[in-house]
């Protein structure tokens, strides 16, 4: 049955979903690796793709940026389609020199001033949410497996892009130990616990606040390719 956002029959999502941020990167992830692809969703340009991945069910889905965005296509998802993990595979920025371009990172946690787990469910778990241990075993013995390096801390998920005050990220990286910002864990980690499901984050650095280097955006649409085979692990 649709939901208000998403226009797929019940049978067409698998019960794992990968979410970029951006649909044209969730369009990239089903035309390069997938077989069998069905496109399952195309409302607001929310791109979705189920497919399988040496022959397991898989699909990806864009989430829009920040956690708004997320958390209605997460919620949906979760509490409408029966899917059991998601799993977010974005860019970030560093908040320290320890990190370059391009290195992956496995989320430990995901701090956050946000209001979002209080003003969804009346329950504040504290600024800082989890993933699923058992996902992040899963993906950690994968990125092994391919011989791909992982980083691994605790990153921040901002309301704000732009914030006046650009160097706050240096007390951010102090009191909580954040080593880098993206927009979307917090909530989609609040709605997991919510839900009784699971949920972790895969994130490549696209550009440092220390350094000021930077990726182009089709760089970031196309060429996070070792994150991405790191996440379809979770197909096999």
């Known amino acids: 049955m649709p939901t208000p956002h998403i226009e797929a029959e019940h049978a067409q999502i698998a019960p794992v979903v990968l979410m970029p941020g951006d649909p044209l990167r969730a369009q990239v992830i089903a035309e390069t690796y997938l077989e069998n692809v069905i496109q399952f969703n195309t409302v607001r340009n929310m791109f979705g793709y189920t497919g399988t991945y040496k022959g397991k069910a898989i699909s990806v889905m864009g989430s829009g940026m920040g956690m708004p965005s997320i958390g209605i296509y997460s919620y949906e998802l979760f509490k409408f389609y029966d899917v059991e993990t998601i799993v977010r595979i974005g860019s970030c920025g560093a908040y320290t020199k320890d990190l370059d371009l391009y290195d992956v990172i496995?989320?430990?946690?995901?701090?956050?001033?946000?209001?979002?787990?209080?003003?969804?469910?009346?329950?504040?778990?504290?600024?800082?949410?989890?993933?699923?241990?058992?996902?992040?075993?899963?993906?950690?013995?994968?990125?092994?497996?391919?011989?791909?390096?992982?980083?691994?801390?605790?990153?921040?998920?901002?309301?704000?892009?732009?914030?006046?005050?650009?160097?706050?990220?240096?007390?951010?990286?102090?009191?909580?130990?954040?080593?880098?910002?993206?927009?979307?864990?917090?909530?989609?980690?609040?709605?997991?616990?919510?839900?009784?499901?699971?949920?972790?984050?895969?994130?490549?650095?696209?550009?440092?606040?220390?350094?000021?280097?930077?990726?182009?955006?089709?760089?970031?649409?196309?060429?996070?390719?070792?994150?991405?085979?790191?996440?379809?692990s979770l197909a096999v």
Do not use: W
Request: contains cysteine; glycine residues 4%.
């Open 106 to 232: 496995l989320a430990t946690g995901a701090y956050s001033e946000s209001s979002f787990a209080d003003t969804q469910a009346g329950q504040a778990l504290g600024d800082i949410l989890y993933p699923n241990a058992e996902v992040n075993k899963i993906l950690e013995d994968a990125a092994n497996d391919l011989k791909i390096p992982l980083k691994k801390g605790i990153i921040h998920s901002s309301d704000v892009f732009y914030r006046e005050n650009f160097n706050d990220y240096e007390r951010i990286f102090q009191e909580k130990n954040a080593i880098a910002v993206e927009m979307e864990s917090f909530a989609l980690f609040h709605n997991a616990n919510v839900l009784g499901k699971k949920a972790a984050c895969l994130l490549t650095v696209s550009d440092s606040l220390v350094t000021h280097a930077a990726t182009t955006s089709e760089e970031r649409q196309n060429a996070f390719t070792q994150m991405m085979e790191v996440a379809l």
